[in-house]
């Protein structure tokens, strides 16, 4: 195995702008020792079988609710990711609009910035939702006027990113959530990379805007504990602002041989140890630790972008919020430097549309950062002279 990996991108050295998180060794280590200590258990039987891991899972979900400032209504449960934490939102506005009226059959749409995740496209595709993303702003941010445009009966999520993975710009939650609320429309606030770290940033006196349960007509929220929680693999969390809600979210059955069986989420079997890891994580690091890692990573971005834009030739392709950078050339293609940054190990993360190049950092990057803008430095210079274009596309 420590052969076949030999091939793999570097990534305790930085080189990858994505997929994988760090706060501190401390936080990573405690999380991997609750992970082993769970490893054979199943979230799954967390009711009935492993108490202990329905408390941690209780306590997990408890921490989170406070922290986005829930009402005493809500509630919300673990996922397994993202993607479905989105899909289980989905689902259950979905169930929503039908029990407000909507017939099984009717054509429903979600109406989104065209810089939301695909993991809704992925929900819809499967519910046989329509589709409808509308352009951003000039800041890249969501339109809301625009969005309040595409809306209709038959619209049965609205969308806000904090942030989007894109351009790493906080969507106007409150903005968008009075278009919502003004139309009866379920809004959900995508804040899978942006959970974990906004309210420590704003603790720790930055200027971001409110994107949670403080602002009336958010209806779900989904955040990701195995982004910037820092969490072990694979763990999300998908909240609700009041408890029909939630239930709608769940499969509840109870026809066949062993009796009823309930899930709030796609996967039946899930990983305790993802459990384990997050309840050691967020209690190791607590609200201190958080805050302190805020404090270093946005420091460590800025610090990144600084000497991004001191790159003859780069700008940034929106004003970041967060830990998210995206770049683009003026007058040669950005990906020909993306290249030459493949030819020295970094694994480079592209956007097509504008084409760019992309980080989402986390502490793994502090160190990278000389070696990677010198690196940048040198390719962009090396295009800038010599030319040429890229035939590579952008993949996740
Ligand atoms: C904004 C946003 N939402 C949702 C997701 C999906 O998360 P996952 O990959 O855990 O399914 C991502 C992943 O990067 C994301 O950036």
Redesign the pocket.
């Given at each position: 195995m420590e052969a076949m990996k030999a091939g793999d991108i570097d990534w305790r050295a930085g080189r990858t702008p994505?997929y994988v998180f760090r706060a501190t060794d401390s936080a990573a280590e405690i999380g991997q020792a609750a992970f082993n200590r769970f490893f054979t258990e199943n979230a799954l039987g967390g009711k009935r079988a492993f108490l202990s891991v329905g408390r941690m899972e209780r306590e997990v979900i408890d921490m989170a609710l406070d922290l986005f400032h829930a009402p005493g209504d809500a509630d919300g449960h673990m996922t397994t990711?993202?993607?479905?934490?989105?899909f289980m939102a989905v689902k259950a506005a979905r169930d929503a609009h039908r029990a407000a009226g909507s017939k099984a059959g009717q054509q429903l749409n979600i109406v989104m910035p065209e810089s939301?995740?695909p993991?809704f496209d992925k929900a819809a595709q499967a519910m046989e939702i329509e589709m409808r993303r509308v352009g951003l702003a000039q800041s890249r941010r969501a339109d809301p006027a625009a969005m309040a445009d595409a809306a209709d009966a038959r619209t049965m999520m609205m969308v806000a990113?904090a942030?989007?993975?894109p351009f790493g710009v906080i969507d106007p939650v409150a903005e968008v959530a009075a278009v919502a609320r003004e139309r009866g429309i379920w809004l959900h606030v995508?804040a899978?990379?942006g959970g974990y770290l906004i309210p420590f940033a704003k603790a720790n006196g930055e200027d971001l805007p409110d994107f949670d349960f403080q602002v009336e007509g958010v209806r779900s929220i989904?955040a990701?504990l195995?982004?910037y929680g820092f969490c072990p693999k694979?763990a999300?969390t998908v909240f609700f602002r009041d408890a029909d809600d939630m239930a709608r979210s769940a499969f509840d059955f109870d026809v066949w041989a062993n009796g009823r069986f309930v899930t709030h989420t796609i996967a039946g079997t899930r990983p305790a140890g993802a459990v384990a890891g997050a309840w050691a994580v967020l209690n190791h690091l607590g609200r201190e630790g958080y805050c302190a890692v805020a404090r270093d990573l946005l420091k460590m971005a800025r610090a990144y972008r600084a000497g991004i834009e001191a790159v003859e030739g780069l700008h940034m392709l929106a004003e970041p919020d967060l830990t998210i950078l995206n770049f683009g050339a003026d007058g040669f293609d950005i990906f020909a430097a993306a290249d030459r940054m493949a030819a020295k190990g970094w694994l480079p993360g592209r956007t097509q549309d504008p084409r760019g190049l992309h980080l989402?950092l986390s502490m793994l990057h502090a160190r990278a950062r000389e070696a990677y803008l010198a690196d940048l430095a040198e390719a962009v210079d090396a295009v800038r002279r010599e030319g040429g274009a890229s035939a590579a596309k952008a993949v996740y």
């Open positions: 994505l990711g993202g993607s479905e934490s989105i939301a995740h993991a990113s942030p989007c993975f995508d899978c990379v989904s990701d195995h982004k694979p999300s989402m």
